[in-house]
C-alpha cells in the first residue's frame, strides 16, 4: 500500500509521531476563492498552506460526509469582553504573546469562555464566526462522550463488556479478551505500530474499510494484557466507532444530532466525514463544526453532559471517570488528553483542540493551520498558551465586573 494515502486513510496518519512536511505559516484567504485551491483529499497531510485553508474549512466539498442539524434554538454564548491579545505566554526560554501565537501558529480562530460567556474571540486566515474547519482526532473525545451517552440509555451495559459483546467478528481473535475500557484507554493489548514514516507499519499497511480492517486487526497478536500498556492506535478509534454504531443501530452523527447537538443548542449545522460513500462515521475523524461549537461542546463537557433542564445526557461521574489516568499512561483517559489541575482536553492534528478546565471553568476553543501535523514542540507551546490564557483570566476576575 502506498504512504500517501486517500482520506479514508490519511485521517488517521496522525498525532504521535506522524508529522507532514514543514511548509511555511497558512495564509489569510477570501473564502470566496477556496473552491480554486482545495486540494486531492489524498494528499491531506501534504497540502500546501493555501489548500490547508480551502480544504479545512470546506471539508464537504472534497470528501463524503453525513450532515448533523444545527439546534432550532441555538444555546445564547454572553459576551464579556477582555483584551487577552497582550498576555505573556513564557515555554522554556521563549517569550511571546497571545498575539505573537496567534500569527506564529497559523490560527484560524481562538475562542475563550469563562463561566458560561465568551471572554475573548479572534479569527485569522479568512475565517467568521460562521466558518467551519475540520477537527481531526478531537472528534476521538465525542466519540467517548457518545459512547457514556449509550450506557447511559441502555444500549451499552458498561465498558467492561467485552469488544466482541458488539463486534462478533472479532471473536477468536486477540481482541476477544479486550474490553471496551482497554479501547478507550488505547490499551487494547494488541500490537500495532503508528510509525507514519515507515512504509511497512500497520498504520501504512492497514486497509481503512470497515470490514478489511476488521480482518487485518483480527490477524494481529496480542503482546500485553489488555489494559496494561498505553499503545496510541488510531485503527481503534474506528473500533470504538463501528462498536457504538452496532449498539445504538444507528449512525454516529444521528445519535450526536440527538443527544448533543441540538439539545444543548449547537448554532451551526456541522459535517462527519464518512469511511467509504454511505458508509459508517469515522471514530477517530472528522466533524467540520464552527468555533463557537466547539466552545458549546466544551461547555458540555464542563456541565458533565447536564441539559439545561437538568436532563444528564451521560450517566453520573462520567467525565470524570473519563477523565482520570489510566493504568497505561497517566497523560490519557477515555479519548480524552489531560493536563495539569485535572484539566483535559480534545486534540487533532494541526493544532486544533478543546482544552477544559473545571477548576476555573473555563473552555477553550482553537482552530489552526500550522505547517506540521504533529510536532512536539507546537504542542507543548499550546500547552503553555491555554495556561497563560486561564491564569490571566484568573488574575483578572470574573468577566465585566
Same mark, same amino acid.
Given at each position: 500500500? #502506498?504512504?500517501?494515502?486517500?482520506?479514508?486513510?490519511?485521517?488517521?496518519?496522525?498525532?504521535?509521531?506522524?508529522?507532514?512536511?514543514?511548509?511555511?505559516?497558512?495564509?489569510?484567504? *477570501?473564502?470566496? @476563492? @477556496?473552491?480554486?485551491?482545495?486540494?486531492?483529499?489524498?494528499?491531506?497531510?501534504?497540502?500546501?498552506?493555501?489548500?490547508?485553508?480551502?480544504?479545512?474549512?470546506?471539508? %464537504?466539498?472534497?470528501?463524503?460526509?453525513? $450532515?448533523?442539524?444545527?439546534?432550532?434554538?441555538?444555546?445564547?454564548?454572553?459576551?464579556?469582553?477582555?483584551?487577552? /491579545?497582550? =498576555?505573556?505566554?513564557?515555554?522554556? %526560554?521563549?517569550?511571546?504573546?497571545?498575539?505573537?501565537?496567534? #500569527?506564529?501558529? /497559523?490560527?484560524?480562530?481562538?475562542? =475563550?469562555?469563562?463561566?458560561?460567556?465568551?471572554?475573548?474571540?479572534?479569527?485569522?486566515?479568512?475565517?467568521?464566526? *460562521?466558518?467551519?474547519?475540520?477537527?481531526?482526532?478531537?472528534?476521538?473525545?465525542?466519540?467517548?462522550?457518545? $459512547?457514556?451517552? &449509550? !450506557? #447511559? *440509555?441502555?444500549?451499552?451495559?458498561?465498558?467492561?463488556?467485552?469488544?466482541? @459483546?458488539?463486534?462478533?467478528?472479532?471473536?477468536?481473535?486477540?481482541? %476477544?479478551?479486550?474490553?471496551?475500557?482497554? !479501547?478507550?484507554?488505547?490499551?487494547?493489548?494488541?500490537?500495532?505500530?503508528?510509525?507514519?514514516?515507515?512504509?511497512?507499519?500497520?498504520?501504512?499497511? &492497514?486497509?481503512?474499510?470497515?470490514?478489511?480492517?476488521?480482518?487485518?486487526?483480527?490477524?494481529?497478536?496480542?503482546?500485553?494484557?489488555?489494559?496494561?500498556?498505553?499503545?496510541?492506535?488510531?485503527?481503534?478509534?474506528?473500533?470504538?466507532?463501528?462498536?457504538?454504531?452496532?449498539?445504538?443501530?444507528?449512525?454516529?452523527?444521528?445519535?450526536?444530532? %440527538?443527544?448533543?447537538? #441540538?439539545?444543548?443548542?449547537?448554532? /451551526?449545522?456541522?459535517?462527519?466525514?464518512?469511511?467509504?460513500?454511505?458508509?459508517?462515521?469515522?471514530?477517530?475523524?472528522?466533524?467540520?463544526?464552527?468555533?463557537?461549537?466547539?466552545?458549546?461542546?466544551?461547555?458540555?463537557?464542563?456541565?458533565?453532559? =447536564?441539559?439545561?433542564?437538568?436532563?444528564?445526557?451521560?450517566? *453520573?461521574?462520567?467525565?470524570?471517570?473519563?477523565?482520570?489516568?489510566?493504568?497505561?499512561?497517566? &497523560?490519557?483517559?477515555?479519548?480524552?488528553?489531560?493536563?495539569?489541575?485535572?484539566?483535559?482536553?480534545?486534540?487533532?492534528?494541526?493544532?486544533?483542540?478543546?482544552?477544559?478546565?473545571?477548576?476555573?471553568?473555563?473552555?477553550?476553543?482553537?482552530?489552526?493551520?500550522?505547517?506540521?501535523?504533529?510536532?512536539?514542540? @507546537?504542542? /507543548?507551546?499550546?500547552?503553555?498558551?491555554?495556561?497563560?490564557? =486561564?491564569?490571566?483570566?484568573?488574575?483578572?476576575?470574573?468577566?465585566?465586573?
Amino acid at each position: 500500500m #502506498q504512504a500517501s494515502c486517500a482520506l479514508t486513510r490519511a485521517v488517521f496518519c496522525f498525532l504521535l509521531g506522524a508529522t507532514a512536511l514543514a511548509q511555511a505559516k497558512a495564509p489569510f484567504m *477570501d473564502p470566496a @476563492d @477556496d473552491a480554486n485551491h482545495l486540494g486531492a483529499p489524498e494528499d491531506i497531510l501534504f497540502w500546501t498552506p493555501e489548500q490547508q485553508v480551502a480544504g479545512f474549512r470546506n471539508i %464537504e466539498k472534497i470528501h463524503p460526509t453525513r $450532515i448533523i442539524p444545527a439546534a432550532a434554538q441555538p444555546r445564547r454564548l454572553p459576551e464579556r469582553f477582555v483584551e487577552l /491579545s497582550a =498576555v505573556p505566554i513564557r515555554h522554556e %526560554e521563549l517569550t511571546m504573546t497571545v498575539d505573537d501565537y496567534f #500569527q506564529q501558529q /497559523s490560527v484560524a480562530g481562538l475562542l =475563550v469562555i469563562k463561566d458560561g460567556s465568551i471572554a475573548y474571540e479572534r479569527y485569522g486566515l479568512g475565517n467568521s464566526r *460562521d466558518s467551519r474547519w475540520i477537527s481531526f482526532s478531537v472528534s476521538k473525545s465525542v466519540v467517548s462522550m457518545l $459512547i457514556g451517552a &449509550a !450506557i #447511559q *440509555d441502555g444500549y451499552i451495559g458498561g465498558v467492561d463488556e467485552k469488544v466482541t @459483546d458488539y463486534l462478533p467478528r472479532l471473536k477468536g481473535s486477540p481482541y %476477544e479478551k479486550s474490553t471496551i475500557r482497554n !479501547i478507550l484507554q488505547m490499551a487494547s493489548g494488541v500490537q500495532w505500530n503508528e510509525d507514519y514514516t515507515d512504509p511497512e507499519s500497520d498504520l501504512n499497511r &492497514a486497509s481503512w474499510e470497515t470490514l478489511a480492517l476488521y480482518e487485518y486487526l483480527g490477524q494481529k497478536p496480542r503482546v500485553a494484557e489488555p489494559g496494561t500498556v498505553f499503545n496510541y492506535n488510531t485503527a481503534e478509534t474506528n473500533l470504538a466507532g463501528t462498536l457504538l454504531r452496532s449498539a445504538i443501530g444507528n449512525n454516529l452523527s444521528t445519535y450526536l444530532s %440527538e443527544k448533543i447537538w #441540538q439539545p444543548f443548542g449547537m448554532g /451551526s449545522e456541522a459535517f462527519w466525514s464518512l469511511t467509504e460513500p454511505n458508509g459508517g462515521e469515522f471514530g477517530g475523524c472528522c466533524i467540520s463544526a464552527t468555533l463557537r461549537d466547539y466552545g458549546r461542546l466544551g461547555l458540555f463537557a464542563l456541565k458533565n453532559g =447536564v441539559l439545561a433542564d437538568g436532563t444528564a445526557v451521560l450517566p *453520573d461521574g462520567w467525565l470524570a471517570e473519563s477523565t482520570a489516568p489510566s493504568r497505561g499512561s497517566e &497523560a490519557y483517559g477515555y479519548f480524552w488528553w489531560l493536563g495539569e489541575e485535572g484539566s483535559f482536553a480534545a486534540s487533532g492534528i494541526f493544532g486544533q483542540g478543546i482544552y477544559i478546565s473545571p477548576k476555573e471553568r473555563t473552555v477553550i476553543a482553537l482552530h489552526s493551520a500550522r505547517p506540521d501535523a504533529s510536532k512536539r514542540s @507546537d504542542w /507543548s507551546l499550546q500547552s503553555a498558551m491555554f495556561a497563560a490564557l =486561564v491564569k490571566a483570566l484568573g488574575e483578572a476576575g470574573q468577566p465585566g465586573q
